[in-house]
């Protein structure tokens, strides 16, 4: 059987994942379409979840971690008065309960007093969280409820976009590991009647936002229709996932304790503990990769683009 030749492509694809298939499954197929002979993910989204899936290819995959950090925005739909074993519509329902009159007014205030700022969550049994090496999911899948640690995350704002009859409509500003089932969930005890995710659809990654996302037809479009030039022009550059870090300007001799991994002294080094290393001996400054800000002010390389590195 014939194989295409992989690309040595590297660049950011913001993918507006479509709904029905895993965040590993939309990985590949953009890889096979690129013909990239590496790609990876920022963090999965369910296959329930729609919206934004920042993919690294590359040398963008060396960054990729950063964004594993990075805060989350979604849109979240609640169904109000059911509850199902899997916290959205996809589950097999386990409780239904009336929606009393005036719930729906109840929920600002909620939301402002409970679920906004640092919470502590219980981790969902349909997630991706593992225990003893396993995906909880799996273990739900068989029936199995399992022992969980709650964790705490942050809640930077929660506001109600449309509310109408059994559904509501959320937007949420929250931190890495939030899990917006439980948002969801914890929501609808409180309120007494139930509540699970109907639709979910993020629409913030750290500083990438919904405005530059691309659907998987278009970039099988344009793949098809005007070749992979094309396609590799809807790349992002390989530092977008780390381009809000303050930068650091670095001359030859920098950059040369730079390559061999020696720590370089910066005037006025930032308070921020990482930082971009750029090489400053071109009229516009190149990206060389990423660094730590030491105790003591100096800066050491951690991550090279390639051709930095030797």
Not at 146 to 156: A, F, G, L
Not at 174 to 196: F, H, M, N, P
Not at 261 to 277: K, S
Not at 287 to 309: K, M, N, Q, T, Y
Request: aromatic residues 6%; hydrophobic residues 40%.
């Amino acid at each position: 059987m014939f194989r295409r030749p992989k690309r040595d492509v590297s660049g950011v694809v913001l993918l507006d994942k479509p709904g029905g298939i895993t965040s590993n499954a939309a990985l590949q197929q953009v890889k096979h379409l690129y013909q990239a002979a590496k790609a990876g993910h920022t963090g999965s989204l369910d296959p329930l979840a729609t919206g934004l899936l920042p993919l690294c290819l590359g040398e963008a995959t060396k960054f990729s971690s950063y964004l594993l950090d990075a805060d989350k925005r979604y849109l979240v739909t609640a169904k109000l008065g059911v509850r199902t074993d899997s916290g959205d519509t996809d589950g097999d329902v386990i409780e239904t309960r009336e929606v009393a009159p005036g719930t729906l007014e109840r929920i600002p205030g909620i939301l402002a007093e409970q679920f906004t700022g640092e919470v502590d969550q219980l981790p969902p049994m349909f997630s991706a969280l593992k225990k003893d090496g396993v995906p909880l999911y799996v273990y739900a899948r068989k029936g199995k409820v399992v022992e969980r640690e709650t964790r705490r995350v942050t809640i930077y704002e929660i506001s109600v976009v449309h509310a109408e009859a059994d559904h509501v409509e959320l937007d949420v500003r929250c931190s890495k590991g939030t899990y917006v089932r439980t948002i969801v969930d914890d929501l609808g005890e409180i309120l007494g009647c139930g509540a699970v995710v109907a639709s979910l659809r993020r629409i913030g990654v750290g500083p990438y936002g919904q405005n530059s996302m691309i659907g998987m037809e278009v970039l099988r479009e344009t793949c098809e229709l005007a070749g992979m030039d094309a396609l590799d022009a809807l790349l992002l550059p390989v530092e977008t996932p780390v381009l809000h870090w303050p930068g650091i300007h670095l001359s030859k001799v920098g950059l040369n304790s730079i390559r061999r991994g020696q720590p370089v002294t910066v005037t006025d080094a930032p308070e921020a503990a990482w930082v971009r290393l750029l090489d400053s001996e071109h009229s516009q400054p190149r990206f060389v990769g990423v660094g730590e800000v030491l105790e003591d002010g100096r800066v050491a390389p951690r991550r090279l683009l390639r051709e930095w590195a030797s």
